[in-house]
């Protein structure tokens, strides 16, 4: 909401008190000449951090550029002074979708800084060779050698940390700092896996440097996004009791804690992790995180998508290709096309009014995901495709059903609930998504 307008005061009058010191409370505004600025670089860089935190990464970048100038008035002659202000450079870049410009940001700082040994709170340290893994055009063997270097200088600050003793760093603060230095090796060596997984798969090495790689990062740090990537690639060789196994244990690390419990992962690791858990045939748990993920973030195709597939799967329609061809072209270490038609887990089966609630809610998830996608103009055409192909099926088995008859269908279903039956999107046209309040239809998950 916009600020208020001012009503409409006399200028005449306004003009009189600002000329009087005594009808304000302020003292008199006086002219501040150019030479009494103080150009700070370290204060430009805090106020640039604080727009890029709050969102404003338009309003962060010409601040950040000032700050370089400053830092680095001879761009001839770069200097380590000058890192702080690439780094944040960088991430203003990403956050703006601006890729090409933070990659080359990134490798400036790299410059300055081949071997991360300049500290973190000096614009040094292992972010840009993360970053510049993912970002450099090559990938593959490129993205794996940026990888490394991340490692390498994770690995050296881990040691340097164990070796120190109370006296130099107080041990609260130094286990705190020793996790996140594990926790982001441990990221950095799944990303490696994960190159391996899709650009370097045909490699005869593969298998072999990914087991070697999720060892090492399972050994720095379990936690839920690690035993994620382990359970990916136990699917992709074939081991599904041993992945459904891993898929739990990283399940249980996360699904009891609080919404604002900083252990939750990030929106897209579950939007990954629903993927691996359908794959796995867990439709039950990969349902439970789609409806919290859409309760969140209404507005995601992805999540609207996932949720209606999944949903028609639950239903027993099994595997609904996207192209009669598309499994023969299929990478099998591909997660994004390698949802099989597994035996699903504990399979029980289901009434026929069961079956018919959870095919309505397939179609009425998928039809969200669609207007969305119109919406938003989003840029994935083979989603489209198979969003439209298993709602095509979907009317040939219950009718075609206008909006209006899905959503009167999915009131009754709710009509124990608390709950209006009513969809929070702001537009107003997405459908109501509470399946795990339907009738006799239970939704396990988080």
């Known amino acids: 909401m916009g600020k208020s307008r001012p009503s409409n005061r006399s200028k005449g009058n306004r003009r009189d008190k600002e000329r009087s010191i005594l009808n304000g409370t302020q003292a008199p505004r006086s002219k501040i000449r150019k030479s009494q600025v103080v150009l700070d670089p370290t204060a430009l860089l805090a106020q640039a951090t604080a727009l890029l935190q709050t969102g404003q990464p338009d309003a962060a970048l010409p601040i950040a550029q000032r700050a370089l100038a400053l830092l680095q008035p001879e761009s001839s002659n770069p200097t380590q002074l ?22 080359n940001t990134f490798l400036q700082a790299v410059a300055l800084d081949p071997y991360g040994q300049v500290p973190e709170s000096e614009g040094g340290g292992v972010e840009k060779f993360l970053w510049l893994a993912q970002l450099c055009e090559e990938g593959g063997e490129e993205s794996i050698r940026w990888f490394e270097k991340g490692t390498e200088v994770l690995e050296r600050d881990i040691a340097e940390l164990e070796a120190q003793t109370a006296i130099e760093t107080p041990e609260e603060h130094r286990q705190m700092l020793m996790e996140e230095k594990r926790r982001k090796l441990a990221a950095a060596l799944c990303g490696m896996v994960e190159v391996w997984m899709t650009d370097l798969s045909l490699s005869p090495a593969a298998e072999t440097a990914c087991t070697a790689l999720i060892t090492r990062a399972l050994t720095a740090s379990s936690t839920a996004p690690t035993l994620q990537t382990h359970a990916s690639l136990l699917l992709s060789q074939c081991d599904l009791p041993e992945a459904r196994s891993v898929l739990s244990q990283s399940l249980s690390l996360w699904q009891d804690l609080s919404a604002a419990h900083s252990d939750i992962p990030d929106f897209p690791t579950r939007i990954s992790l629903s993927r691996l858990l359908m794959e796995a045939g867990m439709e039950d748990h990969a349902m439970g995180i789609l409806e919290g993920l859409v309760a969140e973030e209404d507005g995601s195709v992805e999540a609207w998508y996932l949720g209606g597939w999944c ?10 290709s996207e192209e009669p061809d598309a499994e023969a072209n299929q990478d099998p270490m591909d997660e994004s096309t390698s949802v099989k038609d597994n035996v699903k887990e504990d399979e029980v089966p289901k009434t026929d009014e069961e079956r018919n609630a959870l095919l309505i809610t397939s179609r009425e998830w998928l039809r969200n995901s669609l207007r969305l996608y ?6 994935d055409d083979r989603l489209r495709d198979h969003a439209v192909e298993v709602v095509e099926q979907l009317d040939g088995i219950l009718g075609d059903a206008g909006d209006d008859e899905v959503a009167l269908e999915g009131e009754e279903w709710e009509e124990d609930s608390d709950d209006d039956g009513e969809g929070n999107s702001e537009d107003g046209d997405v459908e109501s998504h509470k399946t795990g309040q339907r009738g006799d239809l239970e939704m396990n998950g988080t």
Not at 82 to 103: K, R
Not at 311 to 320: D, E, F, Y
């Open 82 to 103: 000058s890192l702080p202000a690439l780094t944040l450079l960088g991430e203003i870049y990403l956050e703006l979708g601006d890729s090409a410009s933070a990659a």
């Open 374 to 379: 119109e919406m938003q103009e989003y840029e």
């Open 311 to 320: 949903a028609s799967l639950m239903a027993g329609l099994g595997r609904l």
